[in-house]
């Protein structure tokens, strides 16, 4: 079987019975949605099975163990980049984390990151769209934390790299937060 299908068939799986935040779309919608991100900008087969199992080992009984066993070093050190420490840790560190590995990251692991954070925040303008600032209350770190770590994110990424996907998510905090006025 080609990687990419066992990859969808694999996260499909593992993220079984999960719901979006704020949503009630299976969960498999997300990283199904950043993989097609990822194949669009012509990443390789690697990368793209890594977004289709990006959070599987964050959210899931998953290992990076399996992923490696399953899909092989390269597919498994990606995921593994894109991981946030366990959800035992606060919010904060957690997020300055991501923050912190950006800083170092091959561009293929930047644009993976970036899709994931595009596709959130695409997910919240729509629900802002729909419900209003309700939206914030499915967040346990509310709207100010939120703009927070999505600029943080932006303005990381932009330090080292340039692609379309981050111009996309530049955008998007835009719409979503308001233009910072200095």
Not at 124 to 142: D, M, P, Q, T, Y
């Amino acid at each position: 079987m080609e990687m990419v299908e066992k990859a969808i068939e694999f996260a499909a799986k593992a993220h079984e019975g999960q719901y979006r935040k704020a949503s009630d779309l299976p969960y498999i919608v997300h990283p199904y949605a950043v993989a097609m991100m990822l194949l669009k900008e012509g990443c390789r087969k690697e990368v793209v099975a890594a977004a289709l199992l990006h959070d599987t080992v964050e959210d899931t009984a998953v290992t990076n163990e399996e992923i490696k066993a399953e899909f092989g070093s390269n597919v498994a050190r990606i995921v593994e980049a894109c991981t946030e420490p366990p959800k035992n840790v606060r919010w904060e560190e957690r997020k300055q984390h991501t923050i912190e590995r950006l800083k170092t990251a091959e561009e293929e692991i930047c644009m993976l990151i970036c899709a994931d954070k595009l596709h959130n925040l695409k997910t919240i303008h729509e629900e802002l769209r729909k419900s209003g600032e309700s939206v914030w209350n499915a967040f346990s770190r509310g709207k100010e934390k939120q703009e927070w770590y999505y600029r943080k994110i932006a303005e990381t990424i932009a330090l080292h790299h340039s692609f379309p996907l981050l111009e996309q998510l530049q955008s998007e905090i835009k719409q979503v937060f308001g233009v910072i006025r200095t």
